[in-house]
């Protein structure tokens, strides 16, 4: 196996922030079938709305496009359904 030799960055900025090319402490990555990155990061506050993390750490896609995220600080798993039309 060959080491990589190029490698750019596909998200994400030298400053944490709330832009989305912004990250803030990124703890998982997947990419789906059609490249697109979805990355875990600290959340947007421990609040009880269902938009809300505090403390995502993992995510995964079923093969219906449901989007599970692991929130470790609200002690959840959230669903979502991605609209791939939108």
């Given at each position: 196996m060959?080491?990589?030799?190029?490698?750019?960055?596909?998200?994400?900025?030298?400053?944490?922030?709330?832009?989305?090319?912004?990250?803030?402490?990124?703890?998982?990555?997947v990419?789906?079938?059609?490249?697109?990155?979805?990355?875990?990061?600290?959340?947007?506050?421990?609040?009880?709305?269902?938009?809300?993390?505090?403390?995502?750490?993992?995510?995964?896609?079923?093969?219906?496009?449901?989007?599970?995220?692991?929130?470790?600080?609200?002690?959840?798993?959230?669903?979502?359904?991605?609209?791939?039309?939108?």
């Amino acid at each position: 196996m060959e080491s990589a030799k190029i490698s750019i960055v596909v998200t994400g900025s030298q400053d944490e922030g709330n832009s989305r090319k912004q990250l803030s402490y990124p703890h998982g990555v997947v990419v789906d079938q059609s490249d697109t990155v979805y990355v875990t990061g600290d959340g947007n506050g421990r609040l009880e709305q269902s938009n809300q993390l505090n403390g995502p750490v993992s995510l995964s896609f079923n093969q219906h496009g449901n989007h599970y995220v692991v929130d470790n600080g609200s002690n959840r798993v959230q669903k979502s359904n991605i609209d791939s039309n939108a």
